[in-house]
DNA sequence: TTGAAAGCGGTACCAG
DNA sequence: CTGGTACCGCTTTCAA
């Protein structure tokens, strides 16, 4: 069922009809609601694709996110939001850390499927940076894609950091380790540079204890934990560099018998939704996902409709004090 | 930069181009290496709506999710490992259960902008039905769509729920209550259905305790176990209707100082990654969601191809124990 | 082996 | 207010 087709069951040009869907107020009453009841009528749905052709915008933004953890999803929810609002489609698709499949989806973009990209977090910026074929339009969120010209909607990861350290040392305690993401991530980096500029600022040595780069996973922090409990002495509080991490660290902590919270505080970072889940619910530096990927999007179509594409947007984090930290035991 | 420009710089035709690009082999060896090498100098990247307006296909499938719950993500895990194997790319995209918003992407696909559509259950199947406008491609996952002739891939639900049930009696376990899915949604209707079965089988009264129907969260499995816990005597084992409403069963039940599989045993359904996360470590039937995913994708395939739509297919759950249920206490 | 031209299904300009 | 027509960028006959 084309334009077409309704176009001569109707004995009208196809541009009637085009016209009746695009802009109603141009044609007399009569007509269009002649057009519109045939349209029901028959079912007809405008192709897509060959819109897109000839306008050259599909009105679709892609998002893409590392992982299809819960915390990035968030920021994709954000971006519905705003999509509906301003009249566009948003879809996921995720690398699993994949540079060519980062690559793909850019692509994808670039060959004129969707109008623009929002990549939350980016799994290889050189790889970005030394692109030959067409960019499209980029927005960066959760993080800048440093040297890449596309504006960012991001926190400010080293100042949660500091916030999240100095809760620690004002609760009294002096052995803090340092459980951090993945080696080389620009997240996890920013993380730890606020976990060394606290220490430092407090007269303690970051590095007291050896620095444990592991990936996001409960696992991984769990036995990154249990080598840092062989330590004499142990750490009082370890400052994890993200929920996941934090959990695991929580249950090496339990399996020797300890008590979160009393004898071992445990800070993570992000706040996603098994934070407040888990028993004993975790404290943890809350990043603002679903409004960081709301902004992100509003910049994206300010940027496609020509509008200033502004500085950078840089949102809060904000430090959320549940049951695994306390002051150290006397 | 289109297929013409990168023509006239050539000085061949555009018919080249398109050609070194699909057909190679169609060209002579000089030309070809020639084209190839300005295609990739010049960062040419055919468009793909273009493209599809042409070919009247996109190779691009959407699968709708009622979430973005880890649960229904596994299915499109096993759909992109599929969609790779074949040549498809695939998007998901989730509902809310909404049937506005599943209608929605329907009417995407419907209007092109993908071949077809991977239903992973729906949320109102009678809405599909009495759909006026074109209806794409579509397969069914986890669940049949009761009347609509779509093939499905899907579970015995029933089965599984038997199994389930069979479990505690095998234990021992004779007051069994049942904490369920949502009222009217097909899979949660299939569950009950099988408890039910089971317990009849066994001489034993599916009602005995009150029929609880409860949205898959955990806040809402925690609630209803907390008001069978009033009851006397309280059940000695619980069936819920999902791995989320275990949880929430178990925490109440922790919560009154009980111990989960030696006072009341729990076992949930679906397997998800939580429940071998969780302590202790949940009893659950397994779904094997992401080789759902995988054989609807290539059902899907097959159907676009033109190969025989064949019956549905059925995978098997499986029970896997582990710690939450344990013979009653004596 | 290569080029010219038609056409996929819309939209928008220009006439009338 | 409505119709005719060109064109968006690509693929694929058909002809040379």
């Keep these: 069922m084309t334009i077409k087709e309704v176009a001569s069951q109707l004995g009208v040009s196809a541009s009637t009809i085009s016209r009746a869907l695009a802009r109603p107020e141009l044609l007399s009453t009569e007509t ?12 007809y749905q405008p192709n897509l694709v060959a819109r ?9 933004i892609y998002v893409v996110i590392p992982t299809l ?3 990035f999803l968030e920021v994709f929810r954000g971006v519905e939001r705003g999509a509906r609002e301003t009249g566009y489609a948003a879809l996921v698709g995720h690398t699993g850390r994949n540079v060519q499949r980062e690559q793909l989806f850019l692509d994808q973009v670039a060959s004129y499927r969707g109008d623009g990209v929002i990549l ?7 790889a970005l940076l030394a692109r030959r074929k067409r960019m499209p339009p980029v927005v960066a969120a959760l993080e800048e894609i440093e040297g890449l010209a596309a504006p960012a909607v991001r926190v400010d990861h080293r100042k949660g950091a500091v916030d999240a350290t100095n809760h620690l040392l004002a609760l009294g305690h002096r052995r803090v380790a340092y459980i951090g ?15 060394h500029l606290a220490m430092n600022q407090a007269g303690l040595d970051p590095d007291g204890y ?6 996001y996973a409960v696992e991984l922090g769990e036995q990154a934990m249990e080598s840092l409990l062989t330590l004499h002495p142990p750490p009082t509080a370890v400052f994890a560099g993200n929920d996941e991490i934090a959990i695991g660290a929580i249950r090496a902590i339990k399996r020797v018998g300890l008590q979160v919270g009393r004898d071992i505080s445990v800070i993570g970072f992000d706040d996603q939704r098994l934070a407040s889940l888990y028993e004993p619910p975790l ?13 992100a999007i509003l910049m994206m179509v300010d940027q496609l409709q020509g509008r200033s594409t502004e500085e950078d947007i840089v949102l809060p984090t904000s430090l959320v004090i549940r049951s695994t930290t306390g002051a150290p035991r006397a």
């Excluded at 269009?32 to 079912?43: F, H, I, S, T, Y």
């Excluded at 897109?52 to 679709?60: D, G, K």
């Design 32 to 43: 269009r609601e002649r057009v519109l009841e045939a349209v029901d009528r028959l079912g």
């Design 52 to 60: 897109a052709l000839r306008l050259q915008e599909t009105r679709l």
């Design 69 to 71: 953890s819960p915390f």
């Design 120 to 126: 939350v977090t980016s799994s290889d910026p050189a």
């Design 181 to 195: 993401g993945p080696e080389g991530q620009v997240i996890a980096g920013h993380r730890r540079e606020g976990f």
């Design 210 to 215: 050896p620095y444990l780069a592991v990936d």
């Design 283 to 295: 404290t943890t530096i809350r990043v603002p996902t679903e409004e960081l990927g709301y902004r």
